[in-house]
């Protein structure tokens, strides 16, 4: 949906700012990745890679492991990435043990003579590198089936200023220029742009199930808006797929958008699917009259 209400350096910088805070969250990124759904440069999501980015081996926490993208395969292979531990002999010697994936083995000649150097030991013979060299590529071994354990940090406020700029931007279009010196869209502009303390007026979380869009619990693929007047304040319901939801209120002054015939008595409704690019607007009351009818024929 396009409102053609913003110009260019702001809604890049919104883009970069602000709605990155939605679109890149890791539980939308991997909903993204589900639904087949591509990013600007037109590539699929891939959940591993962009979310999960780097484990550690379940028996080894020391250890981690990267997802590398194989451009023969096209595929995604487990690489681990280089350790190192020191271990104190009975004798007072310390022993260095070096781990790398065995991808990297062209470099095991580079990584003794730096770490050498680092460590203040005399550089080896051409003779003496070339036969550790040899005996480390014959200590290769193979993990099958590797337990690897992931962890994602999962924001649980910023994203929540990018739902308040949609549901400002709605709130914008369907009831004209005049909502931009509203108080309410004064506050939602400082949250939005200046990452303002102000209390949101409503409630976002992550979740599909605010209870104003169950209607559409079946369509979780899409994103969908609603207005409307609630007791007089009027309010706008968010859902991005099924993973974020929440009812914004997004002005106390009802009655001065009635009297200029831009009144959201009726509601008003927008349903927007990424994956097909299908958009349904309407009053909200259209909308609910057809899914009646839908759910009679069913």
Request: proline residues 4%.
């Amino acid at each position: 949906m396009t409102i053609d209400r913003v110009c260019k350096p702001c809604n890049d910088w919104l883009g970069a700012n602000v709605d990155v805070l939605l679109t890149d969250h890791d539980l939308t990124l991997i909903k993204r990745a589900q639904l087949g759904v591509r990013d600007s440069g037109g590539n699929v999501i891939n959940p591993w890679k962009d979310v999960f980015r780097r484990g550690v081996m379940a028996n080894d926490p020391a250890q981690r492991v990267e997802l590398d993208h194989d451009e023969d395969s096209g595929e995604l292979v487990p690489r681990v990435l280089y350790k190192s531990t020191r271990t104190t002999l009975d004798n007072g010697n310390q022993l260095l043990q070096i781990t790398i994936d065995a991808s990297k083995a062209d470099e095991i000649g580079k990584i003794i003579e730096r770490t050498r150097q680092r460590e203040g030991l005399p550089p080896l013979s051409e003779k003496e590198l070339s036969d550790q060299v040899a005996a480390a590529k014959a200590n290769v071994r193979r993990i099958d089936q590797p337990e690897v354990k992931y962890g994602i940090d999962v924001d649980v406020r910023a994203y929540k200023r990018a739902v308040c700029k949609i549901a400002y931007e709605l709130a914008w279009q369907w009831l004209g220029d005049d909502y931009l010196e509203d108080p309410v869209a004064v506050n939602l502009r400082d949250l939005i742009l200046k990452d303002a303390k102000d209390e949101i007026r409503g409630s976002i979380d992550l979740t599909g199930d605010t209870p104003a869009l169950l209607p559409w619990k079946s369509e979780g693929c899409a994103h969908v808006g609603i207005g409307q007047r609630v007791a007089g304040h009027l309010c706008i319901a968010i859902r991005i797929f099924d993973v974020v939801s929440g009812v914004i209120g997004v002005s106390d002054t009802e009655d001065k958008y009635r009297s200029r015939g831009r009144s959201l008595g009726e509601g008003l409704f927008v349903l927007n699917d990424p994956q097909t690019g299908a958009l349904r607007q309407s009053t909200l009351v259209e909308e609910l009259l057809r899914l009646s009818s839908r759910s009679r024929r069913g």
